[in-house]
């Protein structure tokens, strides 16, 4: 049976989008690790920050990515933070190859202009915070990831990308 497929990256990296086209193109199942918590918490992840608090989330991010590595032959998406853990990613990885979606601050911004979804993001200074952010993480995006992809491209290309180097490992 074929290794999960993981995606990871910055919010606005398009996680959600080229996974949920991965796996149709694949015909594999979709599971976002955000809907997912959101689905079994009942309730959004704002609600979910602003309620229980961030290490609450992040407690249930470790949660997930330990059912999620039982799982195979599955498309995740997983959230922007999700990955930053040595210990998500150990799990995670059981099951998986991991996918970076690479994307630049200005990309992030473009994409995010309007969003009010994401709670880290909802200040007065966003492009300070997606850059202060976004160059803390990327090493630690680097680390986890097994393949990096230029994300500035097409869906369709970022998806035919991903396709062809995931077909030809499984
Ligand atoms: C977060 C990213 C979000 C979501 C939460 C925290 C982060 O997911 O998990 O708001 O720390 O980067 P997306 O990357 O899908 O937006």
């Keep these: ?3 999960n ?5 910055f919010m606005g990296s398009g996680k959600s989008t080229i996974g949920r086209q991965l796996s149709e193109k694949l015909g594999m199942r ?3 690790t955000d809907s997912y918590i959101e689905q079994k918490e009942g309730m959004t992840i704002s609600r979910i920050f602003e309620e229980k608090g961030e290490d609450y989330f ?3 991010e470790l949660e997930v990515c330990k059912e999620l590595s039982q799982l195979k032959g599955s498309v995740i998406s997983t959230g922007g933070g999700t990955l930053l853990k040595d210990t ?3 799990e995670i990885k059981k099951g998986g190859v991991v996918f970076l979606l690479n994307v630049s601050s200005n990309t992030v911004l ?3 202009k309007n969003d009010t979804t994401r709670p880290l993001l909802q200040r007065e200074d966003k492009e300070k915070a ?3 952010l976004l160059s803390q993480r990327i090493p630690l995006y680097n680390r986890a990831a097994d393949y990096v992809i230029d994300a500035e491209e097409s869906p369709r290309k970022v998806c035919i990308e991903i396709m062809n180097i995931y077909n030809s490992i499984s």
């Design 5 to 9: 497929l993981v995606l990871c990256g």
């Design 110 to 112: 473009n994409r995010l």
């Design 1 to 3: 049976m074929k290794k």
């Design 130 to 132: 997606v850059k202060t």
């Design 88 to 90: 998500n990613v150990k």
């Design 58 to 60: 992040r407690s249930l």
């Design 30 to 32: 979709f599971i976002d």
